[in-house]
């Protein structure tokens, strides 16, 4: 399993809007990939962390070239609400337990 965190920030004034395209565009863009297994978006003022959850390390290397996500990815960047510099990291998830039902 893998664990990608993208984290960027977002103008506070417009996180409303952040909110709202995470849930609308971005979530089902997710839930479309294969080897999609969840998400965590969080938001502390500015700062804002998604956290997706994938099969394997081929399920993120195709989210990279799905037409789905760079169009998602392009609107995103379009919209205006992100401020500053994004980045990304992947993880081998080695335990993952305790989650809510």
Do not use: K, N
Not at 14 to 23: G, K, S
Not at 44 to 71: I, K, M, N, P
């Amino acid at each position: 399993m893998i664990g990608r965190m993208w984290t960027t920030r977002v103008d506070e004034a417009r996180a409303a809007e952040y909110e709202a395209f995470a849930r609308e565009i971005s979530l089902p863009m997710f839930r479309q990939q294969p080897g999609f297994l969840g998400v965590a978006m969080m938001r502390r003022g500015e700062d804002c962390v998604v956290l997706t959850l994938w099969q394997d390390a081929g399920s993120v290397a195709d989210l990279a070239g799905s037409d789905s996500y760079t169009r998602t990815v392009s609107a995103i960047l379009a919209a205006g609400f992100l401020q500053g510099e994004q980045t990304l990291e992947r993880y081998d998830v080695h335990l993952l337990a305790d989650l809510p039902t």
